[in-house]
């Protein structure tokens, strides 16, 4: 069974630049979450989608983050515009609708801004 | 928002010790999940303790969960230089949202 896919995998930018990150979760999960993970400290959940609807977004910055996730597959993340405090590893992780709380990560896509 | 918080922050140990990480978090739960990460392999889900359990077993893991004081632990035994990564306890509230809140890790070095 293949994984969860991400890309990048690193993305160095400059800060007030736009970036985006690419998810392709494992086939036939319906829940699709992206984390932000700060150097030293736990993933912390940015937002949550169940097929192609937002379940929560409580914690994503609105006014420079925005996400989708077009016909409840691939999901994408983006930055506009970037801040030094954005510099992280970015996390997708996919979960079935079964009713399984265990999650399955992707490898991550480590962001620098400068 | 950190739900749990991981004790020790960090831990090391020589290779065939016993390794002990706790958690201990503040809102009721669904269940506890431990996860795994390291350079090599990411984050991995390691095992999941729901509320209404107090100890399970995996292979060389023991996690125990404390519903009245709001902690568990996580006990690798016989540990091996590949256990060496972070390990993080991650709470799913009562609700039905499915939502990880993931504490702070220990950071555990298993010395060969």
């Known amino acids: 069974e293949a994984g969860v896919a991400q890309s990048p995998r690193y993305k160095i930018i400059e800060k007030r630049q736009s970036v985006a990150f690419w998810c392709n979760p494992i086939s036939g999960h319906a829940t699709l979450y992206w984390y932000q993970q700060i150097l030293g400290q736990g993933p912390k959940l940015l937002i949550q989608f169940q097929n192609n609807g937002v379940v929560d977004d409580s914690q994503l910055p609105k006014d420079r983050f925005s996400a989708e996730r077009l016909k409840g597959v691939d999901s994408t993340l983006k930055i506009q515009p970037a801040k030094l405090e954005d510099s992280a590893v970015y996390l997708c992780?996919?979960?079935?609708?079964?009713?399984?709380?265990?999650?399955?990560f992707g490898p991550g896509t480590r962001l620098t801004v400068l | 928002s950190q739900q749990g918080e991981e004790d020790p922050q960090a831990l090391s140990i020589q290779e065939g010790e016993n390794a002990t990480m706790n958690c201990s978090y503040k809102?009721?739960?669904?269940?506890l999940q431990w996860y795994r990460q390291n350079s090599g392999r990411g984050l991995v889900h390691l095992i999941l303790?729901?509320?209404?359990?107090r100890e399970k077993h995996s292979g060389r893991l023991r996690v125990t969960l404390d519903t009245s004081k709001k902690s568990s632990s996580l006990l690798i035994t016989a540990s091996r230089a590949a256990d060496t990564a972070s390990y993080f306890c991650a709470t799913v509230a009562l609700d039905s949202s499915y939502k990880l809140i993931f504490g702070s890790g220990t950071r555990l070095l298993v010395r060969p």
């Open positions: 809102t009721s739960i669904n269940n």
């Open positions: 303790i729901r509320s209404n359990e």
């Open positions: 992780a996919s979960s079935a609708t079964s009713g399984s709380h265990e999650q399955f």
